[in-house]
């Protein structure tokens, strides 16, 4: 029968289990785990000897290991509390270790592929730095004060606010089609049937941006999703359709590109806040443009002007509002930053698409499930 234990008997017993996987007892190190895991009143607390359990696992089953570190780093709210009243020293450790094992064990032959085509020049070598940051083994490289992505940065990319336009060669192409454009989307927007709110729930983790949650304050009408196209809008919008397939949108498995209307009501402000990462630059076209709106970027605020566009990088807090008595429209998509190598480009590429298969995998698991594999696990090898 279990029984309770105190934060004393957590502690003694992790101490334990970490003897016991030092003196390669590694079936006695995850039993430790197991029981703390079961005995913890306190099931906000779990996780990290779920981490624990994960690392002294490793040596049994590097795949059940893996596994089992992703599902509790899918648990990122709740382990701040895991963390609680635990030494920093020993939650860096573990930590450190555990994000070792899910980057080689995800990216495995693909790791090595990757590492002979980065040798090969100091640009190509920046995606592994980017990897062991992305995996907290290394410190993430900012480029400027204002940039903190909530997702990964990559390093030694050119960190600006705002890009000249003239670097990039697409610019005239849309400008010059942005009457039709308008004219499309403008139809689109007529149909209210596609007008969802751009935030769909109030889990950003910024309350700002929460309060417009389920808002049509800040809507929007996508086109492209998550990389899925929406054949139906864009057959709509044949003067769109034909421009979006000359541009280099980047294409992230289960992520990108996205391109979508945005609608902003009057006197509505998106409050300050920060983009997902630096690979990708966003780009907006202005649609309907009023007096007394504009957006910020770091230490820079534009206007947008009607059949031009602005390119940004999101990755810096940027803030938005419009404080006219109509609606602000923009078209907005999304393009690789420009100082990505076509191999960094392949390599980032793989390595989301490995991580989206992962998530995907561990989101399917649970705590029991996850502890009545580890026991068959060992039981059978009877390590």
């Given at each position: 029968?279990n029984?309770?234990?105190?934060?004393?008997?957590?502690?003694?017993?992790?101490?334990?289990?970490?003897?016991?996987h030092?003196?390669?007892?590694?079936?006695?190190?995850?039993?430790?785990?197991?029981?703390?895991?079961?005995?913890?009143?306190?099931?906000?607390?779990?996780?990290?000897?779920?981490?624990?359990l994960a690392?002294?696992?490793?040596?049994?089953?590097?795949?059940?290991?893996?596994t089992?570190?992703?599902w509790?780093?899918?648990?990122?709210?709740?382990?701040k509390?895991a963390?609680?009243?635990?030494?920093?020293?020993?939650?860096?450790?573990?930590?450190?270790y555990?994000?070792?094992?899910a980057?080689?064990?995800?990216?495995?032959?693909?790791?090595?592929?990757?590492?002979?085509?980065?040798?090969?020049?100091?640009?190509?070598?920046?995606?592994?730095?980017f990897?062991?940051?992305?995996?907290?083994?290394?410190q993430?490289?900012?480029?400027d004060?204002m940039?903190?992505?909530?997702?990964?940065?990559?390093?030694?990319?050119?960190?600006?606010?705002?890009?000249?336009?003239?670097?990039?060669?697409?610019?005239?192409?849309?400008?010059?089609?942005s009457?039709d454009i308008?004219?499309?989307?403008?139809?689109?927007?007529?149909?209210?049937?596609?007008i969802?709110?751009y935030?769909?729930?109030?889990?950003?983790?910024?309350?700002?941006?929460?309060?417009?949650?389920?808002?049509?304050?800040?809507?929007?009408i996508?086109?492209?999703?998550?990389?899925?196209?929406?054949?139906?809008l864009?057959k709509?919008?044949?003067?769109?359709?034909?421009?979006?397939?000359?541009?280099?949108?980047?294409?992230?498995?289960g992520?990108?590109?996205?391109?979508?209307?945005?609608?902003?009501?009057?006197?509505?402000?998106?409050?300050?806040?920060?983009?997902?990462?630096?690979?990708?630059?966003t780009?907006?076209?202005?649609?309907?443009?009023?007096?007394?709106?504009?957006?910020?970027?770091?230490?820079?605020?534009h206007?947008?002007?009607?059949?031009k566009?602005?390119i940004?990088?999101?990755?810096?807090?940027h803030?938005?509002?419009?404080?006219s008595?109509?609606?602000?429209?923009?078209?907005?998509?999304?393009?690789w930053h420009?100082?990505?190598?076509?191999?960094?480009?392949?390599?980032?590429?793989?390595?989301m698409?490995?991580?989206?298969?992962f998530?995907?995998?561990?989101?399917?698991?649970?705590?029991?499930?996850?502890?009545?594999?580890v026991?068959?696990?060992c039981k059978?090898?009877?390590?």
């Amino acid at each position: 029968m279990n029984s309770s234990k105190t934060v004393d008997d957590l502690n003694s017993q992790r101490n334990l289990g970490f003897m016991f996987h030092k003196s390669n007892d590694h079936n006695k190190a995850v039993q430790c785990f197991i029981d703390n895991i079961e005995n913890n009143p306190n099931k906000d607390k779990i996780y990290f000897d779920f981490l624990c359990l994960a690392t002294v696992l490793n040596k049994i089953n590097t795949k059940l290991s893996a596994t089992i570190i992703e599902w509790v780093f899918i648990k990122r709210p709740e382990l701040k509390f895991a963390y609680e009243h635990l030494p920093k020293s020993l939650v860096s450790e573990v930590s450190l270790y555990a994000n070792t094992i899910a980057r080689d064990f995800k990216y495995n032959e693909q790791l090595t592929e990757l590492k002979l085509l980065a040798n090969s020049s100091d640009n190509r070598a920046r995606l592994f730095d980017f990897l062991d940051a992305f995996h907290g083994l290394k410190q993430p490289e900012y480029g400027d004060v204002m940039q903190r992505p909530s997702y990964h940065v990559y390093p030694q990319l050119k960190a600006l606010a705002f890009h000249p336009l003239s670097d990039f060669p697409w610019v005239e192409l849309v400008e010059n089609k942005s009457d039709d454009i308008k004219h499309e989307l403008l139809q689109l927007f007529s149909n209210k049937s596609s007008i969802k709110p751009y935030i769909k729930e109030a889990n950003t983790g910024n309350s700002g941006l929460d309060t417009l949650a389920n808002s049509l304050n800040w809507s929007s009408i996508h086109l492209i999703q998550g990389g899925e196209y929406r054949d139906e809008l864009l057959k709509q919008c044949p003067v769109l359709s034909s421009v979006l397939k000359a541009l280099p949108l980047p294409v992230l498995s289960g992520n990108a590109p996205e391109a979508f209307l945005s609608v902003l009501k009057p006197k509505t402000s998106i409050l300050p806040h920060y983009g997902l990462s630096n690979i990708k630059l966003t780009v907006h076209l202005g649609i309907d443009i009023p007096q007394d709106c504009a957006i910020r970027v770091g230490n820079e605020t534009h206007t947008w002007k009607q059949g031009k566009l602005m390119i940004f990088d999101d990755s810096f807090e940027h803030e938005a509002w419009n404080e006219s008595n109509e609606n602000r429209i923009v078209f907005i998509f999304e393009i690789w930053h420009p100082e990505l190598s076509s191999i960094e480009i392949e390599g980032i590429q793989t390595i989301m698409k490995l991580q989206n298969e992962f998530n995907q995998s561990a989101q399917m698991c649970g705590a029991d499930s996850l502890l009545q594999e580890v026991k068959n696990v060992c039981k059978n090898t009877g390590k």
